[in-house]
């Protein structure tokens, strides 16, 4: 008949089977303990000439690395983590329980609204047995977009003001009218005038900051289309 025993082993040293006091196996073991996972930047992360955020990263474990993500959150210029909210990412591997991962992982964030604003990345690796071992803090403007018509250029901007400085609503909407009252700047667009008098009305009248949101979006899909 067949027998298993299972038991975690945490120290090493001598180890015998035996059956009805006759020795089956004897072996000597030494136990190598998991040591955490350890990552890394290899080059600062920063933009490409598509907007698209670059980060490359070297990450190793001695028994193999499961996961490997990154975190993003706003800051001040100072550096300071403004807020809780956080922006994932996911990172490749290049295998199953690698070793060791050098790549280069490329993510298009300009949608984002935090395109443009200071932000502070931080990457973290997890190997088999859960251990979570983080990289350095990395300071950096988020990639935006570059938009070459100065109507949307200027639709961006009161976007990127809704994130940074959502409590001058007022300014806001003062300065996407001033946008709409000059079609001929974005071609008597029908479409962009009532894009346009949409966001306004919003943030308008619905003053709670959910309205913010949407706007972010709606702005953002004007300018794709001045564009």
């Known amino acids: 008949a067949n027998a298993r025993i299972v038991r975690k082993i945490?120290?090493?040293?001598?180890?015998e089977v035996s059956q009805n006091g006759k020795t089956?196996?004897?072996?000597?073991?030494?136990v190598i303990a998991d040591e955490p996972p350890r990552i890394g930047f290899a080059e600062p992360p920063g933009g490409t000439e598509r907007s698209a955020l670059r980060i490359v990263f070297s990450a190793s474990d001695d028994y193999g690395i499961a996961e490997i993500g990154g975190?993003?959150?706003?800051?001040?210029?100072?550096?300071?983590?403004?807020?809780?909210?956080?922006?994932?990412?996911?990172?490749?591997?290049?295998?199953?329980?690698?070793?060791?991962a050098n790549e280069i992982s490329f993510h298009d964030l300009t949608p984002h609204k935090w395109a443009g604003l200071a932000v502070v990345l931080r990457l973290h690796a997890k190997d088999g047995a859960g251990q979570v071992a983080y990289s350095e803090d990395a300071k950096l403007v988020l990639p935006e977009r570059?938009?070459?018509?100065?109507?949307?250029?200027?639709?961006i901007e009161q976007r990127r003001?809704?994130?940074?400085e959502p409590e001058r609503r007022r300014s806001i909407m003062e300065a996407l009218g001033d946008i709409a009252r000059r079609p001929g700047a974005y071609d008597h667009s029908t479409v962009t005038f009532l894009a346009l008098s949409s966001a306004i009305a919003r943030l308008m009248h619905e003053k709670a900051d959910t309205a913010?949101?949407?706007?972010?979006?709606?702005?953002?899909?004007?300018?794709?289309g001045i564009e």
């Open 161 to 164: 003001r809704l994130t940074s």
């Open 212 to 224: 913010i949101a949407s706007v972010r979006d709606l702005l953002w899909d004007t300018a794709l």
């Open 71 to 100: 975190e993003i959150r706003r800051s001040y210029e100072g550096g300071e983590v403004l807020g809780k909210e956080v922006l994932k990412l996911d990172l490749p591997l290049p295998g199953v329980n690698v070793e060791n």
């Open 10 to 15: 945490e120290a090493g040293g001598p180890i």
């Open 146 to 155: 570059k938009f070459a018509h100065p109507v949307a250029r200027a639709v």
């Open 24 to 30: 089956l196996g004897a072996w000597t073991l030494d």
